[in-house]
Structure formats: C-alpha cells, structure tokens
C-alpha cells in the first residue's frame, strides 16, 4: 500500500511539473507573440 501510495504521489507531482512547464512555454509564447506584433507594427 506504501509503495502505490508513493507512487502515485510521484505522477501526481510529475504531472504537476508537466502542467507548470506548460504554463510557461504558453506565457513565453504570448510575450514572443506581442513583442513580434508590436515590432511589426512599428515597422510600418
């Protein structure tokens, strides 16, 4: 019981890190999204 107590506790919180790894590549992804956009238009 130890061991699949531990065990699901270890996806929990590797399922976890997933989530916030993504969280992150999104939010990177917008500031590259509005940086891109903006230079644009200041390009023309």
């Known amino acids: 019981m130890l061991y699949t107590l531990s065990e699901g506790k270890q996806k929990y919180e590797l399922y976890h890190?997933?989530?916030?790894?993504?969280?992150?590549l999104?939010?990177?992804?917008s500031i590259i999204y509005y940086k891109t956009?903006?230079?644009?238009?200041?390009?023309?």
Do not use: D, T, V
């Open 17 to 24: 890190l997933m989530n916030l790894m993504i969280k992150i």
């Open 26 to 29: 999104e939010i990177w992804e």
């Open 37 to 44: 956009r903006r230079y644009k238009y200041s390009i023309f």
